[in-house]
């Protein structure tokens, strides 16, 4: 990878950058994306449909980047149509309140263990994930990551192999809906799982990967067959060279 790719790859996600900071630095890299010839213009206009202070963030890929894993019209579906309905819904729900000018990891925290805000926390959590998630897979990924951190997997886990297994055991036992993470805890790394909308920047942990087991996420090409859609990711799809800057950040 290129220096200019990484640096704009890096700037996709950034959990620090206040909401307009956040925005700019996801287009800029959405071009830089574009002119690689790996973003669609079908994907570039989702942006624009959200009306109020969050938008849905571009695709770092095309829609059929990660076949024959996750198909086009999968994706289609899931960020077309749930991640933009996640985005559409916060906007309605804060418009008017001083939510509206805060960056989406502040509504989050503001909003996170609120019996009155629990609309707000999952769509504005689901948002987050979401764009997580996108960013946690690439095409041609899978394997394993670099030296660090390769190091500290096998620290926590004992070997690659003992955390895939483990992430797998996690994501495919999540009851219901759901994410799966691997993120910085202390200083060692370990598996864990949210339901729902709920994600580890509302408890105090570093993610570095996740994997989304919400139906939704894979049913339309693996139907119930959860384990092999986990498998699949894990083996082919997972984004370490993201994993490796979240740690670094």
Aim: proline share 5%.
């Amino acid at each position: 990878m290129s220096e200019r790719s990484e640096m704009s790859e890096s700037k996709l996600f950034n959990p620090r950058l206040n909401r307009r900071q956040f925005l700019g630095a996801l287009l800029a890299g959405s071009a830089v994306l574009a002119t690689g010839g790996l973003l669609s213009p079908r994907l570039t206009r989702a942006a624009e449909v959200a009306k109020g202070p969050f938008s849905l963030p571009p695709l770092p890929y095309a829609e059929n980047a990660l076949d024959p894993y996750i198909s086009a019209q999968t994706i289609g579906f899931h960020y077309g149509k749930h991640h933009q309905g996640y985005v559409n819904k916060l906007n309605e729900l804060v418009a008017g309140t001083p939510l509206a000018e805060q960056s989406l990891e502040a509504v989050i925290q503001a909003s996170a263990g609120k019996a009155d805000q629990v609309a707000i926390f999952n769509n504005a959590a689901q948002v987050w994930n979401h764009t997580f998630y996108w960013n946690s897979l690439r095409p041609k990924g899978g394997g394993k990551p670099d030296a660090a951190l390769a190091a500290l997997i096998d620290r926590s886990f004992g070997s690659h192999d003992a955390f895939k297994a483990e992430f797998a055991k996690a994501a495919t036992g999540q009851f219901g809906s759901g994410w799966a993470w691997l993120v910085k805890e202390g200083d060692r790394l370990i598996v864990t799982r949210t339901g729902n909308a709920d994600t580890p920047i509302a408890h105090g942990q570093k993610p570095l990967l996740t994997v989304d087991v919400w139906e939704h996420a894979y049913y339309l090409d693996y139907q119930n067959r959860r384990a092999d859609y986990v498998n699949a990711l894990l083996d082919n799809l997972l984004n370490w060279d993201f994993a490796a800057r979240n740690l670094a950040g």
